[in-house]
Structures are given as C-alpha cells and as structure tokens.
C-alpha cells in the first residue's frame, strides 16, 4: 500500500471540494483527487446558488467569495414569439442572498482547496487520475468486467471497496506511475461520466432525454438586456447567460443532431441565431469563430437506484446526472456533500470501517430532492423542449407565431408573487442544506 487516509474524495469539483473541505474541518484525513493540473475548465456549470452563497457564509467565507468579480441574476426570463414573460423573482427570496452569483467555477474551487489546505488533515492531489478501486486486497477498473471482483451481471462487485488505484497524470496521461491510497472510505464525486461507479459495477437508470446543448460565447454590448433568459421559437431554444463582457450561450439541439448540424456549416448556424435574436446579428460576423468554440454537452438525465457499497458513498451527477433546464445540477450536487459530511461524521469519528446504514442515511436524505427535481425536468422536457424542438423552422414556410403567451406564463405575469416559487426551486431548492455547527468559522 503506497499511501493511506480516512476518507478518500474522487473529483475536485464543487461536491468534492465541499466534502472535503468539511470533513478537514471535522479533524477528519481526507484526501481529494482531483484528475487535472488545475480547475480551469472553460463552459462549466458558473451558477453559485442562494443557498451556497448562504453555506458559504456559514463557513466564515462569504467575505472572500464577495471579493471575486462576479454577476448577479435576480430575474429568469423566457422570450417567446408570443412575447416576453419572467419566470423567477429571485429578489423576492428571503434571506441574505436574493440572487444566483456568476463566477467562473475555478475561482469558487480555489477558494474552497486554499481554505481547506489551511486544516491540518486536508490533502489535495492534483493530476491523480483515479483508474480503479481496492478491495479487500484486490483491485476492479472501469473496464475489466472479466475480472473476479469486477461486476458480475447486475449485481455490484463483491467485497469491501479499501482505497482506489489512481495514475500520476503529471508523469504523462497514460504512462505516469501508479498508486493506490487505502481509505476507510471511499466518495466517488467524479460526474456524470463516473470511473469510480463503473468500476464499482453500479448502472444508473437512464431517463430519455431530446436535447443536447451547443456551447459558446458571443460579444456583449452596452444596452444589451441583464440577466439570464431563455429565447424560444419555432424549432430553436437558446439560453443567454449575463456574463458582462459576453454572453455565455447554450444553443438546444436534438438530441444526436451535433454531426448533423455542424455538417451544414458555420454560416448556417450563424443565420439560424440572427433569425432567432435579430439583435445579436451586428455581432455574428465571425462569431462564433469556428466550431472548436462551440462545445457540445451531451444531456444525460440518470440516476443510481443504489448510492452505496462496503466502503463506497456514490454522490452529485456520479449518483444523479441532471438535465441543464433550471440549472440545478450543481446545487444539488453541494447539498448532497453537505448533508454527507453532516451524517457520516459521527461514523468518521468512532474509526474503523463505516457502517453501510450511514452511508444509506445519505441517500435517503437526498433522494426524494433528487427525485422531485428529475421529475420536473421530464416534464419540462417533454411539455416544452420537446415540443420546440419538434417543430423544425427552416424545414419550410414558418407559421404565425401564437398571439398569447402559454397560460402558466401568464398567471406568471398577471400575479408577480408566484414567480417566487419558481425562484425558491431554482436558488435554494427543494431541501436545502446548511453547514454543520462544527464546520462553521
């Protein structure tokens, strides 16, 4: 065994520098693994949600993220053919932070890994690419199903996971030395796109999704609109992110039609954006420059029916990937951590191996939040994305618009207290978590 600690954090994303931030400040080892040389990721999730803004402040470090340069999103927006309608009144939130902050992600995780490296059992491996799990002396990776503690049909592999098996990057992406880390715990926080649950022999149940989503940016300009809004119309949806000098843009596509459309070029795309906002044409000359600065998310909408093995705790998109609609994922993604560190704590104290009704305690807290938020995506994908998307504007002559808004956009309208409601989903969520008294400074 080259290393040894206490609980051992795959992925150096929002969920996993939360976690392990938290458990330091318990006195607990933790080490995180993090696959890259750094956090800067271009086009990631950039949201920082009411309640994180709160958890923050209850961890002593609302003063520093205020310090960051950011934007604020108090109104959500939907433009239709039909008109203009707000959706959310986040100013109508109570609490400290009537708002979503827009920072760029790295910024927010470098705040958490130099607060956490100011506790003593806190440990950050940059450049670990974590290819595998321990255990009980054996070791199972993504891809060896043939081996005898990898994933026999559809049971998970068999035995206690005891650490994980995991590549110096900074020796070459696929030549660095080896390691493994023995841990008491292992917490895969690695994504949508988990090593660690695939290696675990752990299948999420997927969720038929009609989208995927086109990433890029395009030139702000003085008098453009604030905020963040969804422009929809026949056979389009794009969503417009304030990101003051640019717009952080995701254009919806169907689901499988990236080849497809990007085969058609880029001035077609470049129409299809001047017809669907004609304002931003002054500005699409030569923009998006080519198709390298447009980045295709493939949506996935999954979720494990099993967070947990022996030594396992599977949490965020690794154990519930989540659609973009409502920009959620990210939220629930720290809540989960949150409420990990809370009531594994106990556990993580005593020693010895943690009991797998703790890390089932976990799932049951999350999981009717992650249920509820899933099913409302479904339903936004199938009442509204899908229904756009079906109607393919350039395919012939386009119809009238509609001459009214949809009803619920109306009531929207007419009674400004019910955008509260959407507010309160979208920036707190359906069970938000607050910072443990232990870790608050």
């Not at 796109?193 to 997927?206: E, H, K």
């Not at 940016?217 to 604030?226: S, T, V, Y």
């Not at 599977?314 to 009531?343: C, F, K, Y």
């Not at 305690?361 to 936004?380: E, I």
Request: glycine share 12%; proline share 7%; net charge negative.
């Amino acid at each position: 065994m080259d290393d040894r600690t206490r609980v051992a954090i795959v992925g150096g994303g929002p969920a996993g520098m939360f976690l392990g931030l938290l458990l330091a400040r318990a006195g607990i080892a933790v080490t995180v693994l993090e696959k890259h040389a750094d956090f800067l990721r271009d086009f990631r999730g950039d949201t920082v949600h009411s309640s994180t803004l709160t958890l923050l402040d209850e961890l002593g470090l609302g003063p520093a993220f205020a310090a960051i340069p950011q934007r604020r999103i108090t109104q959500v927006a939907a433009q239709l053919d039909s008109g203009t309608a707000r959706i959310g009144d986040l100013s109508r939130l109570h609490g400290p932070h009537p708002h979503i902050a827009l920072v760029p992600q790295w910024d927010l995780l470098e705040l958490l890994a130099d607060a956490a490296a100011r506790e003593p059992g806190f440990r950050l491996l940059r450049n670990a690419e974590v290819t595998g799990l321990l255990r009980d002396g054996a070791s199972t990776t993504a891809d060896d199903g043939d081996s005898p503690t990898a994933d026999d049909g559809d049971s998970p592999g068999c035995g206690r996971v005891t650490g994980v098996v995991w590549r110096d990057r900074a020796g070459g992406a696929r030549t660095g030395a080896e390691h493994t880390l023995g841990a008491d715990l292992v917490v895969a926080c690695d994504g949508r796109w988990s090593t660690v649950r695939d290696a675990a022999g752990l299948t999420p149940r997927a969720f038929g999704v009609p989208m995927d989503v086109w990433w890029f940016r395009i030139p702000r300009h003085e008098g453009d609109p604030d905020g963040g809004f969804g422009r929809a119309s026949r056979g389009q949806f794009l969503i417009m992110v304030d990101r003051g000098e640019y717009w952080q843009c995701g254009y919806i596509i169907r689901k499988g039609a990236d080849a497809k459309l990007r085969a058609e070029g880029l001035e077609a795309f470049r129409a299809r954006l001047a017809a669907l906002e004609p304002w931003l044409a002054d500005r699409l000359g030569d923009v998006p420059p080519s198709f390298d600065d447009v980045k295709l998310l493939e949506v996935r909408l999954d979720r494990l029916e099993r967070w947990h093995l022996p030594g396992l705790l599977v949490i965020g998109d690794a154990a519930h990937a989540m659609s973009p609609v409502g920009g959620v994922g990210i939220n629930l993604a720290i809540q989960d951590a949150v409420a990990a560190a809370r009531i594994l704590e106990p556990a993580l104290q005593r020693g010895g191996p943690v009991p797998e009704s703790a890390l089932q305690s976990v799932q049951r807290r999350r999981w009717w939040p992650t249920v509820l938020v899933q099913g409302f995506q479904q339903g936004a994908h199938r009442g509204v994305v899908g229904r756009i998307l079906d109607e393919d504007a350039f395919a012939g002559p386009a119809a009238p618009p509609d001459n009214e808004l949809p009803l619920p956009l109306r009531l929207l309208e007419r009674f400004p207290a019910l955008q509260a409601v959407p507010a309160r989903f979208i920036g707190v969520g359906p069970l938000p978590e607050h910072a443990p008294r232990w870790a608050r400074r």
